[in-house]
């Protein structure tokens, strides 16, 4: 049987990674967010850290980008508007990702 392999990260290379991205996806400028409010934002959206031996990313549960309801009119003017469903988060968060192949650093 084989065991997982460690997959080893520099934690100044995650957080670098982390804030770049969640900056991106939040829409602000990365260097006004401190790794307090990196770990606060991070929390409040139950979004996950996934490192694989060729990039981290933020797995925020969402399967795909959610689009605009498109409204139903009805008789009379008036118009359907359909709820999206609630983002359900992955059971496992790293089932998406590639499993660590490689051959350096421990494990």
């Known amino acids: 049987m084989e065991h997982p392999r460690t997959l080893v990260v520099r ?8 804030t770049i ?3 991106h996806l939040i829409d602000v400028d990365a260097a006004s967010i401190s790794v307090r409010e990196l770990a606060r934002q991070l929390r409040g959206r139950g979004i996950t850290i996934v490192c694989t031996p060729v ?3 933020l797995d925020t549960g969402a399967a ?3 689009s605009e309801p498109t409204p139903t009119a009805q008789p009379g003017g008036q118009f359907l508007l359909p709820i999206p469903q609630p983002r359900r988060p992955p059971k496992n ?3 998406n ?9 421990g494990g």
């Open 11 to 18: 934690q100044d290379w995650l957080i670098e990674q982390a």
């Open 21 to 23: 991205q969640l900056a």
């Open 55 to 57: 990039a981290i990313t």
């Open 64 to 66: 795909e980008p959610e």
């Open 93 to 95: 968060p790293h089932q």
């Open 97 to 105: 990702h590639p499993a660590n192949l490689n051959d350096f650093g």
